[in-house]
């Protein structure tokens, strides 16, 4: 295990659905590492009371149910689509919760090195280059897996179309371009054991020696 000074912080990126999330879950079963998860965080935000302020204001009541919850599916319906008015929407979203996103990432990066035990802290945020956020990360990994299978898994799993898929991942860097600002790649076009090896391989390619720590 390492020296918390030294844990190294890696930025999962790839297609949505390339299989960010059960990798790093994958890894979680059989090493210590600590997994941080911009979704969910950003599911979080959306409860908060000023946010929801904010977004009620912009996309109104059509995006609350009678709880005075935000519906996350209504909201997607109003922000990934094709044209300028789905991005103009998309651009008010995120200029209202990713300073919050942001915030919290920050905090909890923050909170698991000081708590250390860890070889590495997980950072599974799908837009985390569009947002800028990887100035906290020390690496990138990007997380490979073809289109047909991507499709496949978030049918199947998530419920979603080919549309639902192609909108939201339009939205998105395009992969040429992600994959190009990794430090490595990692192949999840198998088993979810052969991706998580791999992933485990790469984060022991990056820890000190203990001669570093010393
Ligand atoms: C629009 C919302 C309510 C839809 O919620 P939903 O439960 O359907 O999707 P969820 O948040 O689980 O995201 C699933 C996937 O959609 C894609 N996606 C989400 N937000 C964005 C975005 N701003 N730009 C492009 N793709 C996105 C990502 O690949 C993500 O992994 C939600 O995605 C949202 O609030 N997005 C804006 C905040 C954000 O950028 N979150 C992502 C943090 S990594
Ligand atoms: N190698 C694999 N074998 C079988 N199923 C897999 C594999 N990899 C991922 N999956 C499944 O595919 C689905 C999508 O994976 P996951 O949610 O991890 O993708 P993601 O990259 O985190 O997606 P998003 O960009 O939306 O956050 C999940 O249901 C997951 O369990």
Known sequence: MSCHKAI???????????????????????????VID????????????????????????????????????????????????????????????????????????????????????????AVILEAGWQKLCDHIVFIECPFEQRLLRVTE???WSAA??????NQQLPLSEKRKLATSVIHNDQDLESAGLQLSRFIDSILPTEKETI
């Open 8 to 34: 190294p912080t890696i930025a999962l990126i790839g297609g949505i659905g390339s299989g960010k999330s059960a990798v790093a879950k994958t890894v979680n079963s059989f090493r210590p590492i600590r």
């Open 157 to 159: 799993n998530r419920g």
């Open 164 to 169: 639902e898929l192609t909108k939201r991942e």
């Open 38 to 125: 911009a979704d969910k965080i950003g599911h979080e935000v959306l409860d908060f009371p000023e946010v929801q302020q904010k977004i009620r204001a912009r996309f109104g009541s059509v995006v609350f149910n009678e709880q005075g919850i935000i519906m996350r599916k209504e909201l997607a319906r109003l922000v990934f689509g094709e044209s300028k008015q789905y991005q103009e929407a998309l651009d008010a979203l995120e200029k209202i919760v990713h300073p919050e996103i942001h915030r919290r990432l920050e905090q909890e990066i923050v909170a698991a090195r000081s708590a250390g035990q860890v070889d590495a802290i997980l950072v599974d945020a």
